[in-house]
């Protein structure tokens, strides 16, 4: 990568390992790189040739093996275990952008402002999927119908789920984060490495056995691998951590403005605002804000929304952002207008002077009149007594 590039990256959240993996997938590596790395292996099960010894310090590039042309899904097993020591997950490999996705961003606002910010249909919607009340919805993972897959749902359940927004897709990860699953689909759809990360095994996930005590700890206590794994199944640390309502994640009283740059990352956040453009020095008010910070909701792009929502913004939040209370940011002034009551007042000064001044002209024509026709009437009587 160029220079720029490289700073982009940076900016973006990426270190020099999670690009190469994640968004390069080993691909700009030689063949001696990948030896040294004991990820060779990996390349060779999805179909790459093994080099002549020559040839070792040849750059590996895209395959032209039938393994590509396959979806996620029609993997076998040794194939999709190599794509994901790749950083392949089924999204990446099928080719779907986080709008495919279907984020269902409105699923994460408390309630009371969803219910501002979704139209009466969708509203009546959300109650077809038993949605009627406040703590329905606020609880993420208690109504009952979250526990279901999609191919679960009935017909009606599945379109009132599409009509607020959900893909099958986005549903399944999102909403039931795979529980409705066996563990033999959780293989298929090519997720079970990552509940196997979290310490989830077959006795386990069947109820023959005790959960994992990962499920009992704070996000930050997690490892790594362990935050990935939850990322991947569409885990967030305001949904993992203690399961409070959505009202009451931290993030909705002041969206992490009040944290140090550090502090970000304590709370497991740190690189949405990286994804929004936000550096440690910006964050701390030794650089410009972000081009992000002074761009309408409708002009962000999808993964700037979906950073902004992780930090619990909506369009109707970003529409009276403020900015951390380190920055130097401050909003655009807003233009300066005149009162509609000032506007209206004067309009009508005017139209009550000109009304005022055409009755008095009418009146005074009338006057005029009056008094000529006295005058032709006075002549007329003063003729007929001199003959």
């Known amino acids: 990568l160029s220079l720029d590039s490289r700073v982009t990256a940076t900016r973006m959240g990426f270190t020099e390992d999670s690009w190469d993996c994640y968004v390069n997938h080993y691909i700009g590596k030689t063949w001696r790189e990948l030896i040294d790395m004991d990820l060779d292996k990996y390349f060779y099960r999805l179909g790459w040739v093994a080099p002549d010894a020559d040839d070792l310090d040849n750059v590996v590039g895209p395959s032209s093996t039938s393994v590509f042309d396959k979806k996620w899904n029609e993997l076998n097993r040794v194939e999709r275990e190599a794509a994901e020591e790749l950083c392949y997950c089924s999204g990446i490999w099928d080719g779907l952008s986080l709008a495919d996705w279907g984020y269902p961003i409105y699923r994460f606002v408390p309630f009371n402002r969803m219910s501002r910010a979704l139209n009466t249909d969708k509203l009546n919607y959300a109650k077809e999927l038993g949605y009627n009340y406040p703590e329905d919805w606020d609880n993420t993972g208690s109504n009952q119908v979250e526990l279901k897959q999609f191919s679960a749902l009935n017909n009606n359940e599945q379109q009132a789920a599409k009509n607020i927004g959900f893909t099958e897709a986005s549903w399944d990860c999102y909403q039931n984060h795979y529980r409705g699953y066996t563990w033999l689909e959780l293989e298929d759809k090519g997720v079970q490495s990552h509940f196997r990360a979290l310490n989830w095994n077959q006795d386990s996930w069947q109820g023959n056995k005790e959960i994992p005590e990962t499920v009992l700890r704070f996000w930050r206590d997690l490892s790594d691998t362990e935050q990935r794994a939850l990322v991947e199944l569409c885990y967030s640390p305001q949904m993992w951590n203690e399961q409070l309502p959505i009202p009451d994640w931290t993030c909705y009283s002041d969206h992490y403005?009040?944290?140090?740059?550090?502090?970000?990352?304590?709370?497991?956040?740190?690189?949405?605002?990286?994804?929004?453009?936000?550096?440690?020095?910006?964050?701390?008010?030794?650089?410009?804000?972000?081009?992000?910070?002074?761009?309408?909701?409708?002009?962000?792009?999808?993964?700037?929304?979906?950073?902004?929502?992780?930090?619990?913004?909506?369009?109707?939040?970003?529409?009276?952002?403020?900015?951390?209370?380190?920055?130097?940011?401050?909003?655009?002034?807003?233009?300066?207008?005149?009162?509609?009551?000032?506007?209206?007042?004067?309009?009508?000064?005017?139209?009550?002077?000109?009304?005022?001044?055409?009755?008095?002209?009418?009146?005074?024509?009338?006057?005029?009149?009056?008094?000529?026709?006295a005058d032709v009437e006075f002549a007329e009587n003063s003729g007929i007594e001199i003959s």
């Not at 972000?290 to 529409?319: G, H, I, M, R």
């Open 257 to 373: 403005f009040g944290s140090t740059w550090d502090e970000l990352e304590s709370h497991g956040v740190q690189q949405f605002f990286i994804s929004l453009g936000w550096t440690q020095n910006s964050w701390h008010g030794n650089s410009n804000a972000p081009e992000s910070q002074d761009t309408q909701w409708e002009n962000l792009t999808p993964e700037e929304k979906y950073a902004a929502s992780q930090v619990c913004f909506d369009e109707s939040a970003w529409s009276t952002r403020s900015a951390p209370m380190f920055s130097t940011w401050e909003p655009e002034p807003k233009a300066k207008g005149t009162h509609p009551f000032w506007v209206f007042t004067f309009v009508l000064l005017i139209v009550g002077g000109v009304t005022g001044i055409v009755i008095v002209l009418m009146l005074r024509n009338v006057e005029a009149k009056k008094a000529q026709n």
